[in-house]
C-alpha cells in the first residue's frame, strides 16, 4: 500500500524516531552522508599518495592504480546501479552499498602491500559505485517534484563541502597521524549511515521484466571504465599514445555498441530512450560542461598553489576551501529564487558569471595576496550553486517515479564521465603549455612562464563555462514548471514495504 507511515503506533504514547521523522527527510540524511563520505574518500585519498610511494618503495606510476582502480570498479557498478535497486529493492541494495563501501574501508587500512590496496580499493569501488545513484533515485522518488528546489539547498552540502574538506582532512591526517587513517575515516561515518539506515529506510521495488542485462552490464561497465581510464592517462602519455588511443577506441566502440544493443531490447538495462526527453538530455548536456569546468579547476587550482606559489597543502586547502563556503551560501539564495525564476535563467546566470570570475583568475600571479584568490574561490563557488540546485530540482521533473532508477544511473554515469573529462582537458592544457625551465633564462622567466601557462588553464575552463550556459539557454522552465511551486503541496505517497 502507498502510505506513509502513522504518526503514531497503537497503544504506544511515545512514538519511534521512525514514526516522529517523515520518510523523505530520512532518506535525506542518508544520502547527504553517503555522498560526502563517497566524495571526500577521492579527495582524500589522493592526498596521500606521495606518502604511498614512499611508504610502499613503489613507482609512482603504481600507486596511482589505488585511485585508478578504485574508479574503474565505480565505472563498472554505476550504470547497474539501476537496474539492482529496483529489482533487489532500493534499501536492501544502499545498505549493502554502504556495508562494502566502509567494509573495503578498513581493509584498505590494514593492508600490508601496495597490491592488497589496490585490491581492496577495487572492491570498495562496488559500493561507491552503488551508493550515490540508487541514493539519488530514492531522494526523486521521496521528495516529490515541488518540494526538489528546497530539499537542494541542504542535499547539496555534500557536493560543496566534500572536495573542499579532502585536501585539508588528508593533509592532517597523513602529517599527523598516518596514511592508514584516510580510509579508517569512512568508518564511523558508514557505520552510523548503515544503522540510520536500516531503521529509517522504507523498502522500494519496481516491477521488472526480464532478468539481469549481461550484454548491458558487459558493456556499459567496458565502456565507461576504458574511457575513464583513457581519460586518466591522456594527460600524462598523450591523447594519441597507444595507452590512450587503444582504451579509449574500445570504449567508445562499447558505447556504440551499448546504445544498438539497449535500444533493441524490451528490458534493458539502461532506458537510453529517457535521453530522448528534452529537459532531461539538456540538463544532461549543461552538466557536461559546468561539472568538467568546476571539478577540472578544483584540480588546477591546489596545482597553481602549491608548485607555482610554493604554499603548504594545509595553506592551499585553505585557500580553496572558500568556494565551499560560497556554495552553500548561495544555495540559500538560489532555492529562494528557483520558483520564481526556473532552471534556464539560474543555470545560464550562474554558468556565466561561473566563467567571468574564472576569467579573473588570469590577473592573479605569483605576488597576488592568498585572500584576493579566496574571494574569487568564493564567488566561484557562490556562482556554481546557481547551477548546481537547478539541477538537483529539475533535471528528473519530467521522470515517472517508475524511471527514477534508470535515470539516476544515466545522470550519475554522465556525471562520472564529466568530472574525468574536465580534468584530463585541464591537465593537457596545462602539461602543454607548462615550461620545462630549459628555454627560461632566470628564475624568474620561468616563474613567469609557470604562471602563464595555468592562466591558459583558466581560460580554457571559463570557455567550458561559457559553452554551459549558451546550453542552459536552451532549457524550456515549462518543462520544469512542477519542481516551480511555491507552495508545498500536501506530503505524497511513497512506496512501503515490510523491511
Known amino acids: 500500500m502507498l502510505a506513509y507511515p502513522p504518526t503514531t503506533a497503537p497503544g504506544n504514547a511515545v512514538p519511534s524516531l521512525r514514526q516522529r521523522l517523515k520518510p523523505e527527510y530520512a532518506v535525506a540524511i542518508v544520502y547527504v552522508a553517503a555522498m560526502f563520505v563517497n566524495i571526500l574518500d577521492t579527495t582524500v585519498v589522493t592526498v596521500a599518495l606521495p606518502t604511498l610511494t614512499r611508504d610502499f618503495d613503489v613507482a609512482t606510476s603504481r600507486v596511482d592504480w589505488v585511485v585508478t582502480g578504485y574508479l574503474l570498479s565505480l565505472a563498472v557498478w554505476i550504470p547497474a546501479s539501476g537496474w539492482i535497486g529496483d529489482r533487489v529493492g532500493t534499501k536492501r541494495t544502499f545498505l549493502f552499498a554502504i556495508v562494502v563501501f566502509t567494509s573495503a574501508s578498513a581493509l584498505s587500512g590494514f593492508a600490508q602491500s601496495l597490491d592488497q590496496l589496490i585490491g581492496f580499493r577495487i572492491l570498495q569501488g562496488v559500493g561507491g559505485g552503488m551508493l550515490t545513484p540508487v541514493g539519488f533515485a530514492m531522494l526523486m522518488r521521496a521528495f516529490p517534484p515541488a518540494r526538489r528546489a528546497q530539499a537542494s539547498k541542504v542535499l547539496i552540502i555534500p557536493t560543496a563541502l566534500a572536495p573542499a574538506l579532502g585536501p585539508i582532512v588528508g593533509g592532517f591526517l597523513v602529517d599527523s597521524l598516518s596514511w592508514r587513517w584516510v580510509f579508517f575515516i569512512n568508518l564511523p561515518i558508514g557505520a552510523a549511515t548503515f544503522v540510520f539506515g536500516a531503521i529509517m529506510l522504507h523498502e522500494h521495488r519496481e516491477p521488472r521484466k526480464g532478468g539481469f542485462d549481461i550484454p548491458g552490464f558487459a558493456l556499459s561497465g567496458t565502456g565507461l571504465a576504458l574511457i575513464l581510464y583513457a581519460l586518466s592517462v591522456a594527460p600524462r602519455d598523450g591523447w594519441g599514445s597507444p595507452k590512450t588511443l587503444i582504451p579509449g577506441t574500445v570504449g567508445l566502440v562499447s558505447f556504440a555498441l551499448l546504445v544498438m544493443v539497449e535500444l533493441r531490447r524490451a528490458a534493458p538495462m539502461l532506458q537510453l530512450r529517457l535521453v530522448a526527453d528534452r529537459l532531461f538530455r539538456t540538463m544532461m548536456l549543461t552538466s557536461v560542461f559546468s561539472t568538467s569546468a568546476f571539478l577540472g579547476i578544483l584540480f588546477v587550482m591546489p596545482l597553481f598553489l602549491q608548485e607555482a606559489r610554493g604554499v603548504s597543502a594545509l595553506q592551499s586547502g585553505l585557500t580553496t576551501f572558500p568556494e565551499a563556503i560560497g556554495v552553500l551560501l548561495n544555495s540559500q539564495i538560489a532555492g529562494r529564487l528557483y520558483p520564481r525564476l526556473g532552471p534556464r535563467r539560474l543555470m545560464a546566470g550562474g554558468l556565466i558569471s561561473f566563467g567571468i570570475f574564472l576569467t579573473l583568475l588570469t590577473r592573479i600571479d605569483l605576488g597576488t595576496n592568498l585572500w584576493e584568490i579566496r574571494a574569487l574561490m ?65 628564475a624568474a622567466q620561468f616563474s613567469a612562464a609557470q604562471v602563464s601557462a595555468f592562466h591558459d588553464v583558466f581560460l580554457v575552463a571559463a570557455a567550458l563555462a561559457f559553452v554551459g550556459a549558451a546550453i542552459a539557454l536552451t532549457v524550456k522552465d515549462s518543462d520544469a514548471v512542477s519542481t516551480m511551486r511555491a507552495r508545498e503541496p500536501a506530503p505524497e505517497a511513497i512506496p512501503s514495504e515490510a523491511s
Open 378 to 442: 568564493f564567488f566561484i563557488g557562490g556562482s556554481m550553486s546557481y547551477v548546481f540546485l537547478p539541477l538537483q530540482a529539475g533535471a528528473f521533473a519530467r521522470i515517472t517515479p517508475a524511471e527514477t532508477g534508470h535515470a539516476s544511473a544515466i545522470f550519475n554515469t554522465q556525471r562520472q564521465m564529466s568530472s574525468a573529462l574536465g580534468v584530463a582537458v585541464l591537465a593537457t592544457v596545462l602539461s602543454a603549455t607548462l615550461p620545462d625551465g630549459r628555454g627560461a633564462r632566470t
